[in-house]
C-alpha cells in the first residue's frame, strides 16, 4: 500500500498550502468602505456598504475604526481570492484523479489475460 504522502499531487499540495494562509488571516468584513463628503461642512463621512439579498445596506464607520475597517474589508478581499484559489486546485484534483482512474481502467482492459477459446 502506498504511503499517504506519496499520494499527495500537485493539486493537493496547492490546496493545502492556501488552507494554511486562510486560518493564518484575521477579523474580516465583507463591504466597501466610502467616503461620503458632506456638503455643509470640510468634513468626509465613511460607511460600509454591503449587500443583504440583493439590497445595498450602508453602516455608518467613525473616523477612529476606518483604518481597522479598511483592513477588514482587504483582509475579506484576500480571503475571496483564498478560496478561489482552494476551488482550484480541488477541481485540479478532481480532474486528475477523473483522469487518472480511466487511464487505470484503459490499462487493466488492454493488458488482462485473455482466455482460451
Known amino acids: 500500500m502506498k504511503a499517504i504522502n506519496s499520494l499527495k499531487n500537485r493539486f ?4 493545502e498550502a492556501v488552507l494554511r494562509q486562510i486560518a ?13 463628503p458632506r456638503k455643509d ?3 468626509v463621512a465613511h460607511r ?3 449587500k443583504v439579498k ?3 445596506h450602508a453602516v455608518y464607520v467613525p473616523l477612529d475604526r476606518v483604518k481597522d ?4 474589508t482587504q483582509a475579506y478581499k484576500r480571503l475571496k481570492q483564498m478560496v478561489r484559489n482552494v476551488t482550484q486546485a480541488s477541481l485540479g484534483e478532481l480532474r ?3 483522469r487518472s482512474r ?3 481502467s484503459v490499462a487493466q482492459r488492454n493488458f488482462a489475460p485473455r482466455r482460451p477459446v
Open 41 to 43: 461642512c470640510r468634513h
Open 12 to 15: 493537493v499540495t496547492r490546496r
Open 102 to 104: 480511466r487511464a487505470n
Open 96 to 98: 486528475n484523479h477523473v
Open 48 to 50: 460600509l456598504t454591503f
Open 69 to 72: 475597517v479598511e483592513a477588514w
Open 24 to 36: 493564518s488571516i484575521g477579523p474580516f468584513i465583507e463591504g466597501t468602505l466610502v467616503r461620503v
Open 54 to 56: 440583493g439590497k445595498t
